[in-house]
């Protein structure tokens, strides 16, 4: 049993790490500031400080007297650091370096990050490796980049161990739909159920390595146990590619819906194409994918269309 501190725990990804945490007998702290969590998503077992990691005594808090910190707090959204790029940095990097500092003043035995894909940018080489240039696009991706090269600085600087798994669109149960920033599967997932028109921004052709949640949890595990890998950066994602048109399908398909979508102009900063290498990941933490695309998204229509579910279209 160790002792493990979720930022963002309240949210999406957050919520389904702490509890396998729990489920693992490890002691489990979450903080979170409630912006884009909620407390219906803390786990039974868990201790729940709220906290705004911004705030670096906060920070330092909530780090305190933990082992390992699984950092996943953020607003995650390339859209709205579009709209509103101090409000997204503030959380995303100024919480970031916060952490860090505390979890090195703390003796943190490791620090996993939650990066993201968006980093690669429109780069043409498909799929990405790790080891390729970047080239953020948005607000979104340079703090998520900023921050995974941040960790990496703490590793060399001051031998705190940092790893950072760069997340693949992420989707299923307790993803949140309520705000047009929302990932794509839940507001198509909602539409469908509600029978209304779901929107594409763009042709619908551009493609998206979609990863179920289950599958990044297990990759992020791997990611806080694995030796020798500190200050590495790892693709957490499927290796497979999607167009937004062939997962409207697949999805009308399982809802059982004959709707079509309204095409509208695709969104500024938008990446074409997304599709990750996870040899990486597969050679040094023993990762690989447990549910397929397809299985992953019944399992999350399944969920949308439980009375759990419900409470999300409120
Ligand atoms: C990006 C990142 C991802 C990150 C996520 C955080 C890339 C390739 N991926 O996802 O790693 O975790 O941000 O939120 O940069 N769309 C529609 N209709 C909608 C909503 C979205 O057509 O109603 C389209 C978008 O224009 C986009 C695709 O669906 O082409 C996926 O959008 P979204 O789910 O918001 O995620 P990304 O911006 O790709």
Same mark, same amino acid.
């Given at each position: ?8 725990g309240? !949210?999406?990804?957050?919520?389904h790490?702490?509890?396998a945490? &729990? ?5 489990? =702290? ?5 912006? @884009? ?6 786990? +039974?077992?868990? +201790? ?9 005594t906060?920070?330092?808090?909530v780090?305190? !007297? ?18 509103? /790029?101090?409000?997204s ?17 703390? !003796? ?5 990050f939650?990066?993201?894909?968006? #980093? ?10 790790e080891?390729?240039?970047?080239? /953020?696009?948005?607000?979104y991706?340079?703090?998520?980049? #900023?921050? +995974? ?5 703490? @590793? ?7 790893? *950072?798994? $760069? ?8 993803q ?7 990932? #794509? ?10 029978? %209304?028109?779901?929107?594409i921004y763009?042709d619908?052709?551009?493609t $998206?390595?979609?990863?179920?949640? *289950? ?13 020798? &890998? ?7 994602a499927?290796?497979? $590619? ?16 004959? &709707? ?6 695709? $969104? ?18 023993g990762?690989?994918?447990?549910? *397929? ?6 399992? %999350?229509?399944?969920?949308?269309? %439980?009375?759990?579910?419900? =409470?999300?279209?409120?």
């Amino acid at each position: 049993m160790a002792s493990y501190l979720v930022t963002g725990g309240a !949210g999406f990804i957050g919520s389904h790490i702490s509890e396998a945490l &729990v489920s693992g007998g490890h002691r489990v =702290r979450v903080a979170d500031n409630l912006v @884009t969590g909620y407390r219906r998503n803390l786990r +039974e077992g868990v +201790e729940f400080v709220e906290a705004d990691l911004a705030d670096a005594t906060a920070a330092a808090a909530v780090v305190d !007297g933990m082992e390992y910190v699984i950092h996943q707090a953020a607003i995650p959204s390339v859209p709205r650091s579009v709209k509103n /790029p101090v409000e997204s940095h503030r959380a995303n990097v100024d919480g970031m370096l916060n952490i860090l500092v505390a979890a090195r003043a703390a !003796g943190v035995k490791r620090v996993v990050f939650a990066g993201s894909s968006s #980093v690669y940018g429109d780069l043409p080489t498909l799929p990405k490796r790790e080891d390729m240039a970047t080239n /953020p696009m948005t607000p979104y991706a340079l703090q998520k980049l #900023v921050s +995974e090269q941040y960790g990496q600085m703490f @590793t060399r600087l001051y031998g705190l161990e940092v790893v *950072t798994t $760069r997340y693949f669109n992420v989707f299923g149960p307790r993803q949140d739909p309520g705000s047009p920033y929302s990932g #794509v599967i839940s507001l198509f997932i909602k539409a469908l159920l509600a029978g %209304t028109r779901p929107v594409i921004y763009g042709d619908g052709s551009q493609t $998206r390595d979609f990863t179920f949640v *289950t599958n990044v949890v297990d990759g992020v595990l791997r990611a806080a146990a694995a030796p020798a &890998v500190a200050g590495e950066v790892f693709n957490v994602a499927t290796g497979g $590619r999607v167009s937004l048109n062939a997962l409207l399908a697949v999805l009308k398909n399982i809802v059982g819906s004959e &709707v079509e979508p309204i095409y509208e102009a695709g $969104r500024l900063g938008d990446v074409r194409d997304s599709q990750a290498d996870i040899g990486k990941a597969e050679r040094l933490l023993g990762y690989r994918p447990i549910v *397929t695309l397809e299985e992953g998204l019944r399992q %999350t229509v399944a969920w949308f269309k %439980t009375g759990n579910g419900s =409470r999300e279209f409120s």
